[in-house]
């Protein structure tokens, strides 16, 4: 049995659409929101979460980085999808019959020039995928949605533009989620994600990378977010390439303890060949 795997969405979906990718065989379980993936892997009702994590116009998903550390949770691997935004329509809808066009907010500030060169009217959809069902059950020439073309597929829609986004480099990073961690190498470059919490000490955030930069380890992402409502507080998120096996990785690890009061791996996964 191939299993399943869950996403955050309606069916046509961006993160459908990486769960299509990664995981070809894998029968697909949306869910509304991102708590709802988890809490599906963690009971064990799925056996992977697809969580979508950062977005290379938009930036970072909000609450899925403070999400990740208290999940119970492992990234696995991690997929990279190419965001192309479609304009649907009902059948046999001419563009310049279109008023308004659907869509979540962040897909919306990544297709802003094409929104403002046809005039339409922006209106927000909790779910990209949504927005387009919602277009098909209006049959309604004057709305339209902009989501991807699967969604277009799948409710039956006219696709009258393609490739609409700003930036045509338009990439979301996802990350695979499981109950369990797999360390194990697998193909050639590994990644390694972690949350750390520097001590309340002067220079601690300095001296705790000290190790990475000595020992050669790149550091690909570092963020910060704050802990519990607390401004004193800061845990940080950080992605690096390597394995905690390998010695240079093992030594910059070992160095960061010596400056943080919490460090938790969050995964060991190999790198997607769509990251370079």
């Given at each position: 049995?191939?299993?399943?795997?869950?996403?955050?969405?309606?069916?046509?979906?961006?993160?459908?659409?990486?769960?299509?990718?990664?995981?070809?065989?894998?029968?697909?379980?949306?869910?509304?929101?991102?708590?709802?993936?988890?809490e599906l892997?963690?009971?064990?009702?799925?056996?992977?979460?697809?969580?979508?994590?950062?977005?290379?116009?938009?930036?970072?998903?909000?609450?899925?980085?403070?999400?990740?550390?208290?999940?119970?949770?492992?990234?696995?691997?991690?997929?990279?999808?190419?965001?192309?935004?479609?304009?649907?329509?009902?059948?046999?809808?001419?563009?310049?019959?279109?008023?308004?066009?659907?869509?979540?907010?962040?897909?919306?500030?990544?297709?802003?020039?094409?929104?403002?060169?046809?005039?339409?009217?922006?209106?927000?959809?909790?779910?990209?995928?949504?927005?387009?069902?919602?277009?098909?059950?209006?049959?309604?020439?004057?709305?339209?949605?902009?989501?991807?073309?699967?969604?277009?597929?799948?409710?039956?829609?006219?696709?009258?533009?393609?490739?609409?986004?700003?930036?045509?480099?338009?990439?979301?990073?996802?990350?695979?989620?499981?109950?369990?961690?797999?360390?194990?190498?697998?193909?050639?470059?590994?990644?390694?994600?972690?949350?750390?919490?520097?001590?309340?000490?002067?220079?601690?955030?300095?001296?705790?990378?000290?190790?990475?930069?000595?020992?050669?380890?790149?550091?690909?992402?570092?963020?910060?977010?704050?802990?519990?409502?607390?401004?004193?507080?800061?845990?940080?998120?950080?992605?690096i390439e390597?394995?905690?096996?390998?010695?240079?990785?093992?030594?910059?690890?070992?160095?960061?303890?010596?400056?943080?009061?919490?460090?938790?791996?969050?995964?060991?996964?190999?790198?997607?060949?769509?990251?370079?």
């Amino acid at each position: 049995m191939a299993g399943r795997i869950a996403f955050q969405g309606e069916p046509g979906a961006y993160s459908h659409q990486a769960c299509r990718q990664a995981r070809p065989e894998m029968e697909v379980v949306p869910c509304p929101t991102f708590e709802d993936v988890v809490e599906l892997t963690r009971r064990g009702e799925v056996d992977l979460g697809m969580l979508a994590v950062e977005n290379s116009t938009y930036g970072r998903v909000a609450d899925v980085h403070t999400l990740l550390p208290n999940s119970g949770l492992h990234i696995v691997d991690e997929a990279f999808v190419r965001v192309r935004i479609a304009l649907l329509a009902v059948k046999g809808t001419r563009i310049d019959e279109i008023r308004r066009v659907r869509c979540m907010s962040i897909l919306h500030g990544q297709c802003r020039s094409f929104i403002r060169s046809h005039g339409f009217a922006a209106m927000n959809a909790h779910d990209n995928a949504a927005g387009a069902r919602q277009v098909a059950e209006l049959g309604d020439p004057a709305e339209a949605a902009l989501a991807s073309a699967l969604a277009g597929e799948i409710y039956g829609l006219d696709m009258l533009a393609d490739g609409i986004e700003d930036q045509k480099n338009n990439t979301t990073r996802f990350l695979v989620m499981s109950r369990a961690p797999d360390h194990t190498r697998r193909g050639g470059r590994m990644m390694t994600s972690f949350t750390f919490r520097v001590r309340n000490i002067p220079a601690a955030l300095y001296k705790a990378l000290g190790g990475f930069a000595t020992n050669g380890v790149n550091m690909t992402k570092l963020e910060s977010y704050m802990v519990g409502g607390s401004f004193t507080a800061t845990e940080f998120f950080a992605d690096i390439e390597g394995h905690p096996e390998d010695g240079n990785v093992a030594r910059a690890l070992d160095e960061l303890s010596f400056f943080t009061s919490h460090m938790h791996i969050l995964g060991v996964y190999p790198v997607d060949p769509s990251r370079d």
